[in-house]
């Protein structure tokens, strides 16, 4: 009896010396929550708990990640390879950067379709007219106004350096600030008839609301300009200033020292269009959190099959 007790506590003191504690970083974009409660559900299927913080900035969170030596963190909204330079300045021997997980993120610099064909406007170059530039000014000053990204995030920088790069920052001013506050008077400005500029990308609600393409275009550039990159140019000679990006799971080195799960993070892939509809449900009014883990989990039970596989090749790894 006492061998079979004793055998009992080791067994409890094993598995507890190798349980690790995961947190969830979320970052400030609702609408990457989705994605995020998806890896959450995925690691509980695992057999891990899963902790989640409150909301906080992308430079913020891939602090929190790196910094964290003794329980795992991770973030499932790296942008590869727009956050490229955010990742090298925290030092990628400090993290663990999975698999593709959601592709074809694409983004740029969009206008309404109605204007494009009433002034034939096709390349961001073409605000270097000041005429074409004042179509978009929304303060009187003449210069366009460009809803641009949050303060701290990486595209932002990217813009302000093809704006000088182009020659176009005396034409164009980029509005830095809250971007669901500042895309929501763009759309009350495209519903009133009006000209908009903006910068935008896929995943979001926004292109559920200003549809490419049938209310709004995508401008190219006449040729590639990038703090980080060599070209932006696609594979069909299209440029839209920007590289076509992935969504990966990234977290913190000591995820390399548990197997499964960076196997896990390595495999997971969540159709680019799946994150659209969730997106545009929340857009539609189910935007607490509560919807969004109702969201995540829906879309866990309509894809079982393809969870058990993942976490069958996980199991597998460890």
Not at 69 to 92: C, E, H, T
Request: hydrophobic letters at 40%.
């Amino acid at each position: 009896m006492k061998k079979i007790i004793l055998s009992i506590l080791v067994l409890f003191m094993a598995s507890n010396l190798f349980a690790i504690k995961i947190t969830a970083v979320r970052t400030i974009i609702a609408e990457e929550g989705f994605q995020m409660y998806i890896v959450v559900e995925a690691l509980k299927q695992l057999g891990y708990e899963v902790e989640v913080t409150n909301p906080v900035d992308y430079v913020v969170a891939y602090k929190i990640i790196a910094q964290n030596k003794k329980d795992m963190y991770f973030m499932a909204a790296n942008w590869d390879p727009v956050q490229k330079n955010m990742l090298n300045s925290i030092g990628r021997e400090n993290l663990f950067i999975g698999g593709k997980y959601i592709e074809n993120c694409a983004q740029g610099y969009m206008i309404d379709k109605k204007t494009a064909d009433k002034y034939n406007i096709k390349y961001l170059n073409d605000l270097k007219d000041p005429k074409i530039a004042k179509l978009f000014d929304m303060t009187g000053n003449g210069k366009a106004d460009l809803a641009g990204c949050a303060p701290g995030w990486a595209c932002g920088a990217v813009m302000d350096y093809q704006l000088d790069a182009f020659g176009l920052s005396d034409n164009i001013t980029q509005n830095q600030g809250e971007y669901s506050a500042m895309i929501s008077n763009k759309i009350a400005r495209y519903n009133s008839g009006k000209p908009i500029l903006y910068y935008a990308w896929t995943p979001y609600w926004v292109s559920g609301k200003l549809v490419p393409g049938k209310d709004t275009v995508f401008l190219q550039v006449t040729h590639s300009a990038h703090p980080s990159l060599k070209s932006t140019k696609l594979s069909n000679g299209d440029d839209y200033g920007f590289a076509i990006n992935t969504q990966r799971i990234v977290a913190n080195a000591l995820t390399k020292n548990h197997k499964d799960i960076a196997k896990l993070f390595e495999i997971m892939k969540l159709n680019v269009n799946d994150v659209s509809g969730e997106n545009l449900l929340m857009a539609k009014g189910e935007n607490k959190e509560k919807d969004i883990v109702r969201h995540a989990k829906m879309w866990v039970k309509q894809n079982q099959a393809i969870l058990d596989t993942w976490i069958k090749e996980a199991k597998a790894a460890k």
